[in-house]
């Protein structure tokens, strides 16, 4: 009996290795060509756009959103740096500008409130909505970026699991990343890897340049971790496919303690919601309610039906969307 599971387990050991053998002899004749062009991104015609209208007026405004250059390198929009501040200074006038002009025609024909107040609402709705849309454009690039983050840092198992299997069967690091490229199901890190194999087939870097390059602009510092211990594995001429090995075995360990930070993270946040969103606008209706009845419930200009009507048409679905933000941020997605 154990004779016969011997041989079963040589055999399949000897297939494996025959497969690997396969594999690796047709990634060695196969030379890696620069991925196909990636799918264009939404913003590629309005920043054009706004580029062409903008793109010497908003030279100026450059210094002010400095810190926003590196931001866009790691959050993969493919967008140039001065169009996006042009498309960022465009877009915010162009949301302003109905705020501006609707804004006082509403209250005055319809709330009938006096010129001045008319005046002082109008210039501070017009103001803010201003500075929430530079806001806005402003830490787009940054959610960008985390959310690429996360995405590389939840499925990096995988991905450092997929290239070890190519590393032990011989596969070079070029030719890995080619590999990773062109997966039928991409990986966060397909993108990366489509970066590194350009950077050698059409700016002529070497592999080890490329990674370094890479290395930069990621925004998951554990991808950056593996790729700088992937170049000094090259440097040294060390086992590429032990290091990942080891770096898998790494990360899914790193992967369950996360999982489970996270199932007791979800359990506070449930208690969250349920404080914030359910209890608390209930209270609150109850006691504007209460204080109608009594003859008050006003809160200077603002009515008690005014303020039921900003806490259940603004206040609430606001402060959903936030908690929808804060749930995305913190789950994994695998």
């Not at 040589?10 to 690997?20: D, I, P, Q, V």
């Not at 140039?80 to 200074?89: G, Q, R």
């Not at 699991?161 to 069967?169: D, F, R, T, V």
Request: hydrophobic share 45%.
């Amino acid at each position: 009996m154990r004779n016969q599971l011997a041989k079963k387990l040589n055999y399949s050991l000897k297939h494996l290795e025959a497969g690997l053998q396969k594999l690796s002899a047709k990634f060695s004749k196969h030379k890696p060509e620069v991925p196909a062009n990636e799918r264009k991104t939404d913003l590629e015609k309005p920043t054009a756009m706004a580029y062409h209208l903008m793109g010497d007026k908003s030279a100026r405004f450059l210094p002010l959103f400095k810190d926003l250059d590196q931001d866009l390198q790691k959050s993969g929009l493919k967008v140039n740096f001065k169009a996006y501040v042009s498309l960022t200074i465009l877009a915010s006038f162009l949301i302003t500008l109905p705020v501006a002009i609707a804004m006082p025609i509403v209250l005055f024909f319809v709330f009938k409130v006096s010129l001045g107040s008319v005046f002082m609402f109008s210039v501070g709705g017009a103001l803010f909505t201003w500075a929430l849309a530079i806001i806005g454009f402003y830490l787009y690039p940054v959610y960008r970026a985390d959310k690429h983050k996360r995405e590389l840092d939840d499925e990096l198992p995988f991905t450092t699991g997929y290239m070890a299997i190519l590393a032990s069967a011989g596969v070079s690091p070029e030719k890995i990343f080619y590999s990773l490229s062109t997966l039928s199901v991409p990986l966060a890190a397909s993108s990366e890897a489509r970066d590194v194999i350009k950077n050698v087939n059409l700016f002529g870097l070497d592999v080890i340049s490329a990674l370094e390059k890479a290395s930069s602009r990621t925004p998951s510092e554990k991808l950056r971790d593996t790729i700088e211990g992937m170049i000094s594995t090259i440097h040294t001429g060390g086992n590429l496919g032990a290091f990942l090995r080891e770096k898998f075995k790494m990360h899914m360990r790193l992967k369950r303690l996360s999982l489970k930070k996270y199932s007791d993270s979800l359990s506070v946040l449930s208690e969250v919601y349920v404080a914030l969103l359910l209890t608390g606008p209930l209270l609150f209706v109850i006691m504007l309610s209460v204080m109608s009845m009594l003859g008050g419930g006003g809160l200077g200009i603002l009515s008690s039906d005014l303020l039921l009507n900003l806490l259940t048409y603004i206040g609430i679905p606001v402060c959903a969307l936030i908690f929808l933000i804060i749930l995305d941020s913190s789950s994994p997605k695998w």
